[in-house]
Structure formats: structure tokens, C-alpha cells
């Protein structure tokens, strides 16, 4: 269903097709953090499926970097571990090089078959067992969310929804003390962030200093659970397996943060998504409204609709042909889940956002193969009974005004997002 007309956002996207349209592909620098912050990314992700799909950006504020643009191209990049790499000895996940020493290796940036000894520590959190019983809590936390929200009266979505629930989700699966639980969603932020005036944080320096102080907290609480018995919350795990319990300062900040970002992020922004999207298109909220066995297929959509991780980025090992193209030893590859999720030729209508599509579970927002977000079964469930609980209560939840983006080309998600509750 394509959505409501608005003016502002109308003369945006204009602009921004005018300009991807007159821009000559050479000069294309589809990872401009400044085109996600305004939301007008989408035309030069267009114009390089249909022209340029292998794209070679030679100059931008991160170095060199090919661009994947095209849904199966970004599949077979995904599953060939010979030759594209996540290593963070590479260089990681992000476009963003970051210097040997602050290097801090995760599951995520390792290639089997180290990776899949450490993803398997943390895997029986997820499991149906374990899903059962969150169902439980996280169902009377969005009550008690809910219920305590103003109404006829404009209030940040984001902090007061989005970042509580995710955040006392990601207390409840640490073990984290209940009353420091915004830490996470701070640490989560300055982790993913691009340091600069008016960010999150101004320097790298800065950033660093606050990364510390999630070693330092993480590490008291880490000894706590090194000498008591075995749980089942992520810290514990970690403490206790064989593939974790030995790992190195970096490969212990590097899973945390991992696990934190993926717990925040993913879930947060597509929350948060969830309400732009069905402001942008009303009959489908209509619909579901109508319909609220339609929930699972809105849960799909939201998330490829919003791709909350626009990006991961692999290293070339070898010299390789790609689709015409020459990718040489050390180049840095960017798969643009963000425009594999908008590809004509494999998703239909891939712009319209439709809450009843046939395949709704075809996107990439999750990643693809071995890397395939392991909390993803959490993350619908969540957002599942999140919207029962909202459908319950409210007749609709009205933007008010443009919501503000983040300043980032790997997480696209939201900072703030305004918000009014008719009663």
C-alpha cells in the first residue's frame, strides 16, 4: 500500500532522486552517513541496482569500498567465507577502519570455524524453552508500559517505548542490575556511533573512554559469575563455556557489545519503525485493526520495511571476478541489506508496505547464512506481543512532525520520534 502523500517528505525525496539521478555513478558515495540521517539514501541505492549493482566508491571518509547492492548478489557474498572475510583483524563488520589496538574481536567478525564454537555458547538462550518463559515477562513489562503512557499530549516514542522495553530486555537476558539498565542502550549507542560534533559522542577518544567503562562493569560482574553455579542469562553462558571462558579483554568487549547492540538495536528501531510505517500508510493499519492475526505478517514487514542494520561489510581474502567486476585482495565489500530488501527482482511492490505479503520472511534484515542473526526468533516475539498489547488499547498512535535519524551508515534507526495518544 503505498503511502499517505506529505508534502515535506514529497520535496525531499524529489530532491534526492533529482540529485542521484544528475550525480555521475563515479562520484557515488552510497555510505554518506548524511543520507541516512535525512532519510534520502533510497534514490542511489535505486539507480546503482538497475546501472551499477557491483558499485566502486574510490573516495569517501571511510577509504575505498565496493558496494553490493542486488538481493542475490548480497547472498553469495554472504556465503562465501573463503574469500570474503568478517575477520576483525580485516578490519570487521562496518565500513568504518578502525586501528589494530582498539580492534575488539566478536563471533560476528570471525570466520568459521572459530565463529561457530562462540555463537554456539549463547545459542540455548534462544531456544523455544527460553522463548516461552520471556514471552511471559516481556508481556508485563509492555503492560506496564502501556498503561502508564500519557495521552493528548506529545511524548518521544523512542525513549519512552522503544529504548525501555528493548532495554529491560536486555537486563533480563544479562542479569544486569535493573536500576543501570540505560547504560546498556548508552554503551550500545557509543559503540555503533560515528564520533563528530553533535553525535553521540565528539571524539574517538571519548568513545573509547566510555567503552571502558563497560569493561569495567561488564568485568565485576563477570568475576561474580565465574564463582557461581552455571545460569542461563548471556553473562553466565559466557563465563562458564569452554569457548568463551578463556577469551582475551578485546574478544570479551567485542562479544558483549555484539550482544548488546544486537539486542538493542534490532528490536528498538523496528519498534520504533513499526509507528512510522503505519502513520506513512493507514489502511494497513486499518487492516490490522480489522485483522489482528495480521500481527506476525506485520512483524515481517516492519523489518524489512525498516532494515535496522543497513549494512555489513566483509574483506576480500583474494583477488575475485564478481559480476563483472574485479575485486582485489584487501578491498572492502559492503552488502547494503538496506537496498537488498528494496530489490524488484526478487521482493514485489519491494516500496509498498504490505502487512499480508505472500513470503513475508524474504529480507535480509537478519543477515544472511552462518551470520544470521542468532536472537531473531526474540526479536519477533517480541514485537509480536508488543503490538498485541498496543492493538488492545490504543485506536492509533499519531506522528506528530518528522521523526530525527540517526547519523549513521550501519545502524538506521531513530533518535527521537514524536508522538500523540487520542483517548
Known amino acids: 500500500m503505498r503511502r499517505t502523500p506529505d508534502p515535506i517528505r514529497d520535496s525531499r525525496d524529489d530532491s534526492a532522486r533529482q540529485r542521484a539521478l544528475s550525480l555521475p555513478l563515479e562520484e557515488f558515495d552510497p555510505g554518506d552517513p548524511e543520507l541516512f540521517r535525512s532519510d534520502t539514501h533510497w534514490p542511489y541505492f535505486d539507480r546503482l541496482r538497475k546501472e551499477d549493482p557491483v558499485h566502486y566508491t574510490s573516495d569517501s571518509m571511510f577509504g575505498p569500498y565496493w558496494s553490493i547492492t542486488k538481493y542475490d548478489d548480497i547472498i553469495d557474498v554472504e556465503t562465501n567465507h573463503a574469500v570474503f572475510s568478517s575477520a576483525s583483524a580485516l578490519g570487521g563488520i562496518t565500513l568504518v577502519d578502525v586501528t589494530p589496538d582498539l ?47 500519557p495521552t493528548n499530549e ?58 571502558g567503562e563497560c569493561v569495567r562493569y561488564f568485568s565485576r560482574l563477570w568475576e561474580a559469575r565465574v564463582n557461581q553455579p552455571p545460569k542461563s542469562d548471556l ?6 563455556s569452554q569457548g568463551t571462558r578463556d ?53 515481517q514487514e516492519v523489518i524489512r520495511w525498516q532494515t535496522p542494520v543497513a549494512h555489513m561489510r566483509r574483506t576480500a581474502l583474494a583477488d575475485i571476478g564478481f559480476r563483472g567486476k574485479q575485486i582485489r585482495k584487501g578491498d572492502k565489500v559492503a552488502m547494503w541489506y538496506v537496498s537488498g530488501n528494496r530489490d524488484e527482482d526478487v521482493i514485489e511492490k519491494p516500496y509498498d508496505f504490505i502487512i499480508d505479503r505472500e513470503r513475508p520472511r524474504r529480507h535480509l534484515s537478519f543477515g544472511f547464512g552462518i551470520h544470521r542473526c542468532v536472537g531473531l526468533r526474540l526479536a519477533e516475539l517480541q514485537l509480536k506481543i508488543i503490538w498485541e498489547e498496543i492493538l488492545k488499547r490504543f485506536e492509533r498512535i499519531e506522528m506528530i512532525g518528522e521523526p530525527k535519524r540517526v547519523y549513521s551508515n550501519f545502524i538506521k534507526g531513530y533518535e527521537t520520534l514524536p508522538v500523540r495518544i487520542a483517548r
Not at 536486555?170 to 554503551?187: G, I, S, Y
Not at 489502511?283 to 512483524?299: M, S, T, W, Y
Open 103 to 149: 580492534r575488539r574481536e566478536s563471533f560476528i567478525s570471525m570466520d568459521p570455524p572459530r565463529h561457530t564454537a562462540q555463537r554456539k555458547t549463547i545459542a540455548p538462550v534462544f531456544t523455544s524453552t527460553h522463548l516461552e518463559r520471556f514471552a511471559i515477562g516481556i508481556r508485563e513489562r509492555s503492560v506496564e508500559c502501556f498503561d502508564n503512557l
Open 154 to 211: 506529545v511524548f518521544d516514542w523512542v525513549d519512552r517505548v522503544s529504548i525501555e522495553l528493548t532495554t529491560q530486555m536486555l537486563a533480563v537476558l544479562f542479569d544486569f542490575p535493573w536500576e543501570d539498565r540505560r547504560k546498556l542502550t548508552r554503551w550500545s549507542d557509543v559503540a555503533t556511533t560515528i564520533p563528530g560534533p553533535g553525535g553521540v559522542v565528539a571524539t574517538e577518544d571519548e568513545r573509547q573512554a566510555e567503552l
Open 235 to 240: 553473562l553466565s553462558l559466557l563465563a562458564h
Open 247 to 299: 577469551v582475551n579483554p578485546g574478544n570479551f568487549l567485542g562479544n558483549l557489545l555484539l550482544l548488546i547492540v544486537g539486542g538493542n538495536e534490532t528490536t528498538r528501531n523496528t519498534l520504533s519503525g513499526s509507528i512510522d510505517a503505519l502513520n506513512q500508510h493507514p489502511a494497513e493499519f486499518k487492516k490490522l485493526r480489522n485483522n489482528p492475526a495480521l500481527i506476525d505478517g506485520l512483524v
